[in-house]
């Protein structure tokens, strides 16, 4: 049977924005910090050929002294594989910084509704972030679709499937 995609929330209903947070752990100034930061990022893509702007944010897990959210925008290169989308930009950000989890992902796009992460940067959000952790996914009118890790990349493959340094057979 084929998944219901989840419901599309109204970006402006304060009691919307509040169940989202206490659902997902997230304080309010935590959300907006997260939907200002994708839509910041979102202003400065760089993108000439697909004109598709997106911007993410990345919110930093409790201790891990990176104050603020990290932004990315995705970069498009006149040689298409070469680009790079926001969500992975971001994570290279994160962890030049010294980030290495996060307890919130937002990602923010021109159109509506909501797009979700490519299947690349989903393999590489599951690298750094836990099956519960929220993204939130705006549209074009702010918006948004919230979805867990786990949610949006069901089954997947991390770090903690490797066997650990000097098992047997590695």
Not at 23 to 40: E, I, K, N, T
Not at 95 to 121: E, H, K, N, Q
Request: aromatic share 6%; hydrophobic share 45%.
């Amino acid at each position: 049977m084929p998944q219901q995609p989840p419901p599309i929330l109204d970006g402006k209903d304060d009691a919307v924005i509040a169940a989202t947070c206490a659902a997902h752990r997230l304080s309010r100034a935590d959300f907006d910090a997260l939907r200002a930061g994708a839509l910041a990022a979102k202003a400065a893509a760089y993108c000439p050929y697909s004109k598709f702007r997106v911007g993410a944010a990345l919110l930093p897990a409790a201790g891990e002294g990176a104050p603020g959210v990290v932004k990315g925008c995705n970069v498009e290169n006149a040689s298409y594989p070469v680009g790079m989308c926001a969500e992975r930009v971001g994570l290279g950000a994160a962890a030049a910084r010294g980030v290495r989890s996060f307890a919130g992902l937002a990602v923010a796009t021109d159109i509506s509704p909501p797009a979700s992460p490519c299947g690349m940067c989903r393999q590489a959000i599951r690298e750094f972030c836990l099956g519960d952790m929220p993204i939130i996914m705006f549209d074009k009118n702010e918006d948004f679709v919230v979805m867990t890790v786990e949610e949006i990349l069901p089954m997947s493959f991390g770090p903690d499937q490797l066997p650990p340094p000097g098992a047997p057979g590695t």
